[in-house]
């Protein structure tokens, strides 16, 4: 029905800069909170920052002042510019986004995509 596809992760050195971004397609009327969320090894998964449909965002403290959130909605696409990266920000970084179907009835489901890894080393 709805796919999330992530890009834009790497290796990059304390202190870099990444952009990710995730596109999604499929059945879909419109598109309301958008979000990443990361997973370091041996450690559960994390919110980081999330985006609504208006544009409001809000941050992880984590990731307050670093990390920029944003969205194109005529794409359907979210990204996420992270500035001075630390090794502790070293994890996958997944999309999520809570999705209205183009169905004959509402229907309202919330998708992740694969996850992309971001590793921060010198």
């Known amino acids: 029905q709805v796919q999330l596809v992530e890009s834009g992760g790497g290796l990059v050195q304390p202190g870099g800069s990444l952009r990710l971004s995730c596109a999604a397609s499929g059945t879909i009327f419109s598109i309301y909170t958008m979000g990443w969320y990361r997973q370091a090894p041996g450690k559960q998964r994390e919110w980081a920052a999330t985006i609504t449909s208006g544009g409001s965002t809000n941050y992880a403290d984590s990731v307050k002042g670093r990390f920029t959130i944003s969205r194109d909605n005529a794409k359907n696409t979210v990204y996420l510019q992270m500035n001075s990266l630390k090794p502790e920000d070293t994890a996958v970084y997944y999309c999520?986004?809570?999705?209205?179907?183009?169905?004959?009835?509402?229907?309202?489901?919330?998708?992740w995509g694969q996850g992309t890894q971001v590793t921060v080393s010198s």
């Open positions: 999520n986004a809570d999705v209205q179907l183009k169905m004959l009835v509402p229907v309202r489901n919330n998708y």
